[in-house]
């Protein structure tokens, strides 16, 4: 049973331009939430999305877009990079049920701006 | 989300039991305690979650006081492998409440 996957693993962009990430969630999830973590700092939410809609959003600018697709696999976009963008972003899955449901993170993906 | 507060760091010799506290004092009824880790530059990783009672796995156990204003998190025979940083999360069960909220955790470091 594969856990929660994210592509690529690193990139590296410049100022201004755009990034797109990747995750697909683990087998039987169909929500997912993105999460970036700057150096030093823990995990802070921007997004999580249910049924190919965005249903909460952290405190982050309209610069940070997503998308969840039919499969439950879900995209980060990021515009007009700015060098405080690069972190590690995290996608985390669970199954949206009643419950409390756990929530599950990937790897990660670790964006370096220059 | 009820704020927590950790101590920054701490040490534990390898095969002792570590004890990682948490206060979460305006927690309220229906909030969960939750603690995951994370290993150098890996995602997070999920060890156990509570309501009042206290939670044991095959992972660690989870104590939380009566009052439920703070836990302990109980690694029971420590390994090299338990080097990380672990948070504690408090969390209410609300749908469409996604969000984790992560303070900035406590270092573990397992001396050989």
């Known amino acids: 049973d594969a856990g929660v996957t994210q592509s690529p693993t690193h990139l590296i962009k410049t100022r201004g331009q755009q990034v797109t990430l990747r995750c697909s969630p683990k087998s039987g999830h169909d929500t997912v939430s993105w999460y970036q973590q700057a150096l030093g700092q823990g995990p802070q939410f921007i997004f999580q999305y249910y049924e190919e809609e965005e249903r909460q959003r952290g405190n982050f600018p309209d610069r940070f877009s997503g998308h969840q697709f039919p499969n439950y696999s879900s995209e980060l976009n990021v515009n007009a990079l700015l060098l405080g963008d690069s972190a590690l972003y995290l996608c985390?899955?669970?199954?949206?049920?009643?419950?409390?449901?756990?929530?599950?993170f990937g790897p990660g993906t670790r964006l370096l701006v220059l | 989300d009820a704020k927590t507060t950790q101590p920054t760091s701490m040490d534990c010799a390898e095969g002792r039991a570590a004890n990682l506290p948490c206060n979460h004092s305006?927690?309220?009824?229906?909030?969960?305690v939750y603690w995951y880790r994370q290993i150098h530059s890996q995602g997070p990783q999920y060890i156990i979650h509570g309501l009042k009672n206290n939670e044991t796995n095959e992972m660690a156990s989870l104590i939380i006081t009566e009052d439920r204003k703070s836990s302990t998190l109980i690694l029971p025979h420590a390994t090299l492998r338990d080097t990380a940083v672990y948070y504690c999360?408090?969390?209410?069960?609300?749908?469409?409440?996604?969000?984790?909220?992560f303070g900035t955790g406590t270092r573990l470091t397992i001396i050989p």
């Open positions: 999360i408090v969390r209410v069960l609300d749908f469409g409440n996604e969000k984790l909220t």
């Open positions: 985390a899955s669970r199954r949206w049920t009643g419950q409390q449901e756990t929530q599950y």
């Open positions: 305006t927690i309220s009824g229906n909030e969960y």
